[in-house]
């Protein structure tokens, strides 16, 4: 049983504070064999003295990283930012973790795409992100890896949770407040919960043949933002309007990939997995927020 690896383990989980992070710790009482930490601001994953210190005062067996800089936009005007936290922190994490025997599980983005396929993306598909932040993500695994091969990088997709702020809570809020509202059609993605790729993660740490390189995590199936809002709007019974529009109606500073649906066919055959379809994840984080 993967549970059993997981004994005696003490997992360190940076940016604890985040989407990811959150769910993790919400689902760190189910492994009571596990020693969790979890950090935040407390440990700034680019202060390269503060992490080597942080580890050489404790034995950490998994280092889980879920801090990044994940302003997507802003990343187009701070970019020195978004690769000191997404590349250059990173490849020090896969390092520190390498020089401590630790196994290092790090979380990149469909954002490495460009958005050309019109099929679902393999963890061996060209990369060519659009945008600053897909651009820092990318330079965060090719780091991570040449510091520290057995990395395991998941690339996940359109990530929410029921903590801090994402599509979701955003949807819930404005279609209480307004009538109607416009919602793009023409970006195709697979929405994923949190708290499903947490469970993921675990199961990773939990099989001892998993190999380090780059796997793919998103929930099953393909939708738009327009699509996703629906499914929201159903769910809650909203009467808001929703209009479907293109993407050049919703200019935004960073280019997003039209296309960035991840083939998940790699991890479902490493841990004999099956993934929850997008909306009945969707409906159980709706369960805890409404
Ligand atoms: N969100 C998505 O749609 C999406 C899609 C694909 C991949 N991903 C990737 O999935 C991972 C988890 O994303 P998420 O949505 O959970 O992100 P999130 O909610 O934005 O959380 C990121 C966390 O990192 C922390 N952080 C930022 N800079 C830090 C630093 N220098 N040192 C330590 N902590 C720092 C943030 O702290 P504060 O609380 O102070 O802000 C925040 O708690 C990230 O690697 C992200 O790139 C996300």
Redesign the pocket.
Known sequence: MWTENLLQKTILV??????????LQRLAPSFPGCQFLF???D?????FNAVKNYFEQQQIDVCI????????DRAESEKGLAF???AE?VGNLAKICSQHKSTFI??????VFDGSSETPYSEEHSISPVNV?GAS?LK?EDLALNYNQSSVI????????S?????VKTMLKIMAERPNINVVNDQFGCP?Y?AD?ALVIMMIIGNERFPGGIVNYANAGVTTWYEFALAIKEYTKSGCVIHPVPSSQYPTPAKRPKYSVLDTSKIRRLLDLQIPYWKNSLHTCLGLLT
């Open positions: 940076t940016g604890a504070g985040g989407q990811l992070g959150m769910e950090t935040r601001s440990l700034p994953i680019e202060n990283n879920c801090a990044a800089y994940t302003a997507v000191l936290v997404n922190a790090h979380i990149s983005t469909d954002y932040y993500k965060g998941i690339r996940t997709s359109w990530l929410y949770s903590f801090r702020q994402n599509f994923t949190a790729l």
